[in-house]
């Protein structure tokens, strides 16, 4: 795999994790009733239109895809002003993902950064735009998935051309977008299944932490986005 290729791979697997991180993965089935406005009870007994239900779906990834695309061209063009000095921001970004794999692994804590905003008074999926609670959603996951957001956010920052930082992060959207599609298409045993992943969250993070140590080694020691 070319180093070009790294990246997006990593951006798409960090938004699999982020899926299944206690402000997402919980809350599942609650987002799906709020945004395509059926109850807990329908969706598990199927008691609806599946055209209705994958077209809100649809509208509610967009949503929140369009967020975090927009995250991701604004983290790289302030990284545009650094581009002249790219070797030792590199260097910088990946000593912070370092820091922030310390951070994981519970080695410190700083309560500021596990703060969880929450989307209050949302109305049921028929009366919003399924868009608009996308976008919504995706605005109040940014500080609880930050753990695995921030870090590619640092990597967007590295990139040469907008368009590139914005893809990296239409990357992570799609991580997250994938395991919402399987859950839809299997709903029942899907909520069982997501119910025992909960279980072994902190061993998830912690395996995540090394992956993000690993990957600011590689930038330290000139491994290339």
């Not at 799906?32 to 509208?59: A, D, H, P, Q, R």
């Not at 596990?114 to 996951?141: C, D, E, N, Y």
């Not at 090394?210 to 986005?225: A, D, H, K, P, V």
Request: proline share 4%; net charge positive.
């Amino acid at each position: 795999m070319s180093p070009d290729n790294i990246g997006p791979l990593v951006a798409f697997l960090g938004g699999v994790l982020s899926f299944i991180s206690p402000c997402v993965l919980p809350l599942v089935p609650v987002y799906l009733s709020i945004v395509t406005g059926y109850s807990l009870s329908e969706l598990k007994e199927k008691e609806f239109s599946y055209k209705s239900l994958w077209s809100s779906l649809i509208l509610f990834i967009t949503g929140f895809t369009m967020c975090f695309v927009f995250l991701g061209a604004s983290a790289t063009t302030i990284g545009d002003f650094l581009n002249t000095h790219y070797l030792l921001l590199k260097r910088i970004i990946g000593a912070f993902l370092i820091f922030w794999a310390f951070y994981m692994w519970g080695i410190f804590r700083i309560s500021a950064f596990s703060r969880t905003f929450q989307v209050k008074g949302l109305p049921q999926g028929k009366r919003v735009a399924p868009l608009f609670i996308g976008m919504a959603f995706g605005l109040s996951w940014s500080p609880c998935v930050g753990s695995i957001l921030v870090p590619i956010l640092s990597m967007a920052a590295l990139k040469e051309k907008v368009i590139s930082g914005m893809f990296l992060l239409f990357c992570y959207s799609m991580g997250i977008a994938l395991p919402f599609v399987v859950v839809t298409l299997t709903l029942a045993k899907a909520m069982r299944f997501l119910s025992s992943i909960q279980m072994h969250y902190r061993k998830i993070e912690i395996v995540t932490a090394g992956i993000i140590f690993m990957f600011g080694l590689y930038l330290i020691f000139g491994g290339r986005l």
